[in-house]
């Protein structure tokens, strides 16, 4: 089983710098029975706090929901509970696995010795030993199938969400139409919890990874987005 994420970073837990209104409604999407619909969020808030004076509306949880990518997240949750589940029953898997091995080559032993026998009888008819030979045969595939299955079942490679670089990518995105006055809503709801400078930071550091990725041959072809934050210019290449 291989698990690729950052240590203490699961996607699924309340991340840095996600805000505790935030982190609360994405708790009630993702522990939620059956399918999972974001109007269903402001009807469990209501049946489990009714003593709240305000509820979100569902523009407010359908921005959080993008802004912190409640989607992928509730999918690394629920590969991570079937990890959970696995492991859990990992001991109870190998005594299976091996018992059914077990078995399947006893009953092997035991065809092979009925396909001798069945050989050797002199007194059968050719046809229904033909006949006999075929059916033995074709248990026989089926077994050797059978144990080469149990053998190998091994847990899938699970990739969790990397929450905090699709944040930034986020933030970069909403800069970018706040900037060409696209953006619809308030831009500071999705800066929360930052400092200019740590804005500036992820800008600077996005742009120059986009930067580093480009070819140096077609350069004078790449196109750049501007971003205004904070009495600073930013060029973002596309």
Not at 8 to 23: D, I, V
Not at 88 to 101: A, D, F, G, Q
Not at 206 to 230: G, H, Q, R
């Amino acid at each position: 089983m291989v698990i690729l994420t950052k240590e203490n970073k699961y996607s699924w837990l309340r991340q840095n710098k996600e805000p505790e209104s935030a982190y609360k409604w994405f708790t009630y999407f993702r522990d939620m029975k059956g399918t999972r619909r974001l109007k269903k969020v402001i009807e469990i808030m209501k049946e489990k706090e009714p003593y709240l004076e305000r509820y979100p509306t569902y523009n407010e949880i359908k921005k959080a929901s993008s802004l912190w990518t409640w989607k992928q997240r509730t999918i690394d949750y629920d590969n991570y509970l079937q990890i959970q589940l696995i492991e859990s029953h990992k001991k109870t898997l190998i005594i299976y696995e091996e018992e059914s091995i077990n078995i399947d080559k006893k009953i092997f032993n035991a065809l092979n010795t009925e396909i001798d026998t069945i050989i050797k009888n002199e007194e059968l008819a050719p046809d229904k030993k033909i006949k006999a030979l075929r059916e033995a045969q074709k248990l026989n595939k089926s077994l050797l199938s059978d144990i080469e299955h149990i053998a190998n079942i091994e847990v899938p490679e699970v990739k969790y969400l990397d929450v905090e670089a699709t944040l930034e990518e986020n933030i970069i995105n909403s800069l970018i139409q706040d900037s060409k006055g696209y953006y619809r809503g308030n831009i500071e709801d999705v800066l929360e919890g930052y400092t200019p400078e740590e804005i500036k930071g992820i800008i600077r550091r996005y742009s120059a990874e986009k930067e580093a990725n480009n070819n140096p041959l077609l350069s004078s072809m790449v196109k750049y987005d501007n971003i205004t934050y904070d009495n600073e210019n930013f060029n973002i290449p596309k």
